[in-house]
């Protein structure tokens, strides 16, 4: 990966960066099928989030976020207490979901804008493996800061980390599906978050 691993409208960053995520600005929401053809999607509403990366190590880029698992969001407030509850991500136990980033590749030799980050997710407890499609979609904003945007998607399933209850449909396959979508859209800021 080259130096501009962050674009800012052509200047590399600091060496040592530190990009802190704005939730006033990002979303992290996820969609899973229910009763085979429904899809539900939602999202968590409460988060915080660090980038750190040096320009001469790009690839030793690190990335830290924690979720409030119990800010989770779909719009009803019936389902959305009992996704908080031991049937599911149990969020009096575990109330952290937590994303630690290992390894940044640029995807190709000639794009700057879009990376693999490997990582650990940690959920209910289980900690698994997993990648993420990470894209730069945005430079500076219109405040006097320095800002960057990113796009970053993946799929889990969500039996490997143990939740949600397995129930079988007559017609066969099960009342909540297995794979989890999950579309991140964020704004990070060099420095610490400052009033605006």
């Keep these: 990966m080259e130096a501009q691993t962050l674009q800012r409208t052509g200047v590399a ?9 704005d939730p006033a600005h990002s979303t ?22 660090t980038i750190r990366f040096a320009d001469d190590r790009p ?11 119990a800010s989770i969001d779909t719009g009803i407030r019936k389902r959305d207490d009992h996704l908080r509850s031991a049937d599911f991500f149990d ?10 980033g290992t390894r940044v590749e640029p995807i190709g030799p000639f794009r700057r804008d879009r990376w693999r980050v ?25 405040w ?3 800002v960057a945007s990113f796009t970053a998607t993946t799929k889990i399933s969500r039996k490997d980390y143990g939740i ?4 079988p449909l007559d ?3 099960l009342v909540i599906g297995d794979e989890v979508s999950i579309a991140i859209d964020v704004q990070v800021v060099e420095g610490p978050i400052r009033g605006r």
């Design 164 to 167: 949600g209850l397995n129930l």
């Design 171 to 173: 017609a066969g396959g």
């Design 13 to 21: 960053a600091d060496a040592g960066a530190t990009w802190t995520i």
């Design 59 to 69: 690839n030793d880029a690190s990335v830290e976020v924690q979720i409030d698992a």
């Design 144 to 146: 006097d800061v320095e």
């Design 28 to 49: 992290i929401e996820f969609s899973i099928k229910h009763m085979i053809f429904a899809t539900v999607h939602g999202r968590f509403n409460g988060f915080q989030g």
């Design 118 to 142: 490997a990582g650990v997710l940690t959920i209910h407890g289980v900690s698994r493996p997993v990648e993420l499609a990470v894209e730069q979609t945005g430079g500076p904003d219109l």
């Design 91 to 100: 969020v009096a136990t575990y109330p952290t979901i937590a994303f630690r």
